[in-house]
C-alpha cells in the first residue's frame, strides 16, 4: 500500500472513531430541578379586608301603625355593589318584603326584591347594584296582611368596589363581580420584566375567610386576550408573566367577591435573537434572559457556550414561567453540524432545571436555545455555565 494511500484510511479511521466517541457521549441528562426560584411568588394571606358594614336593628309596625313601613337610608361613598343581609330577630306572622330605592318615597326602585318568609329567622342575603355614589334606601314593608304586634329586623349592609381599577401592589378594596359585566382591571408595566397577578375569590366561612379559584384573563391594550388563567392552590392563587413595558388589562367575570393585586420585577435581556447574534456565556458566569406571552412561537433566545477540552458541559436554569407544567425548552445545538448531541432538548418549567451531559463532549462552541412549547408561554430564566 502506498504511504499517501496509508495516510488517507488513516484520517478516515480517526475521523471515524471520533464521530463514535462523540455519539456516545453526546447524551444530555435532567438531573434534580433548581430549588431556589428567581423571585417568591406572593401567597393569598394578607386578604383585603372587608369593609366596615353598616348595622342597624328596625322595627316593623303592625295594624296598630298608621305607616306599617320602615325605611333604613345607606350612604355609598363610590359606585359599586351594596350587599344587603337581613334577618327577623323577633316577631314576624306574616312574610316581609326588602326592596332596594334610589328615592325617599321608594318609588324609583333600585334592584330586584325579596321576601323574608313569614316565622323565617333565616338571613336574607341580597346584592345591588349602586352605580353611582348617593344615598339609597332599603324598605322593609308587610307582603300582604299587616299582623298583629311587631317585627324586630337586624339589618347589615356592606359595599364593595364594582368598578374598574388600575391594580397596584396591594390589595384593592373587594370586588363584587356580575357574571354579566366583565371588568376589565388596568395592568401598568413600567418596566419589561416579570409579572406576577395574584387573587382569589373572597368567601367567609363560618368566623374566617377561605380563598377560592378564580378564572382571569390577561390581555392586550386593546383588551385582546392573551391567555386565560386559573389562580387556585394549585399555583398559590398566582400566575406569572414576561411582559414588554406597557399597558394591559386583567379581565375578570365573577358573580363572587374577589381581590387582586399585581407585582412587577424589573428583568433584562441579555440574549441574542438568532444563532448568529448568540450571546456568549463564559464558564462561571450566568446570563438572563426573557421569553414574552406575546411573542411567536418561532422565536427563540440564543447563548453559546465553549469548552475549552474535551470535558463535561454542565448548565443550571432557574425560571419563573406561566403556568404550573413545563412551558419552556432549552435545546444545546452543537456548532459542528456533524456532532450528534442525544436528548439536547429539554422541558423547563417553574422554577428550573440542572442540565449535565453524562460523559465528556468534545472541545468546541455549543449554542443554547430557549423557545416556547405553547404560544401562550411565558417566562424569565438566569442560565449559568457552570465551572
Known amino acids: 500500500m502506498k504511504k499517501s ?12 472513531m471520533t464521530a463514535g466517541v462523540v455519539s456516545g457521549a453526546g447524551n444530555v441528562s435532567d438531573v434534580k430541578a433548581e430549588t431556589a ?23 316593623l309596625q303592625g295594624k296598630s301603625s298608621v305607616t306599617p313601613n320602615v325605611v333604613v337610608p345607606l350612604r355609598v361613598e363610590n359606585p359599586g355593589v351594596v350587599e344587603v343581609a337581613a334577618a327577623v330577630t323577633s316577631g314576624a306572622a306574616a312574610s316581609i318584603e326588602m326592596g332596594f330605592f334610589s328615592d325617599q318615597n321608594c318609588t324609583a326602585s333600585a334592584g330586584v326584591s325579596t321576601t323574608m318568609a313569614a316565622g323565617s329567622t333565616q338571613i336574607v342575603d341580597k346584592t ?46 373587594v370586588f363584587i363581580g356580575n357574571t354579566g359585566k366583565t371588568l376589565y382591571h388596568k395592568l401598568v408595566v413600567k418596566k419589561s420584566g416579570l409579572v406576577a397577578i395574584c387573587g382569589n375569590e373572597y ?46 388589562y386583567v379581565a375578570v367575570s365573577s358573580s363572587q367577591r374577589y381581590q387582586l393585586k399585581a407585582e412587577s420585577k424589573a428583568w433584562k435581556d441579555k440574549s441574542g435573537k438568532s444563532k448568529k447574534k448568540a450571546a456568549t456565556i463564559k464558564k462561571g458566569k450566568s446570563a ?45 445545538i452543537p456548532a459542528n453540524r456533524h456532532y450528534t448531541l442525544i436528548n439536547s432538548t429539554s422541558l423547563i418549567g417553574n422554577k428550573g432545571k440542572k442540565l449535565a451531559s453524562r460523559n465528556k463532549l468534545a472541545a468546541g462552541t455549543y449554542y443554547i436555545k430557549v423557545s416556547k412549547v405553547t404560544k401562550s408561554a411565558s417566562g424569565v430564566y438566569r442560565i449559568k455555565f457552570v465551572k
Open 5 to 16: 494511500l496509508k495516510k488517507v484510511l488513516s484520517m478516515v479511521l480517526a475521523l471515524a
Open 37 to 59: 426560584s428567581i423571585v417568591n411568588p406572593p401567597v393569598v394571606t394578607d386578604y383585603a379586608s372587608l369593609p366596615t358594614p353598616a348595622q342597624a336593628t328596625v322595627t
Open 203 to 248: 368567601r367567609e366561612s363560618g368566623t374566617s375567610l377561605q380563598a377560592a379559584g378564580l378564572n382571569i384573563q390577561l390581555c392586550n391594550a386593546k383588551k385582546k386576550p392573551l391567555h386565560n388563567a386559573y389562580l387556585s392552590s394549585l399555583n398559590t392563587y398566582t400566575e406569572k408573566y414576561a411582559l414588554k413595558k406597557g399597558t394591559y
Open 128 to 173: 345591588f347594584v349602586a352605580p353611582t355614589a348617593a344615598t339609597y334606601y332599603v324598605r322593609f314593608k308587610w307582603s300582604s296582611i299587616v299582623p298583629n304586634g311587631a317585627a324586630t329586623i337586624k339589618l347589615v349592609t356592606y359595599a364593595y368596589a364594582g368598578q374598574e381599577v388600575t391594580l397596584k401592589n396591594i390589595f384593592q378594596p
Open 288 to 332: 438572563d434572559g426573557m421569553v414574552m406571552v406575546n411573542e411567536g412561537m418561532k422565536k427563540g433566545d440564543w447563548y453559546k457556550v465553549k469548552l475549552t477540552k474535551r470535558s463535561k458541559l454542565r448548565i443550571n436554569i432557574t425560571a419563573a414561567c406561566t403556568g404550573v407544567v413545563s412551558n419552556l425548552k432549552v435545546q444545546i
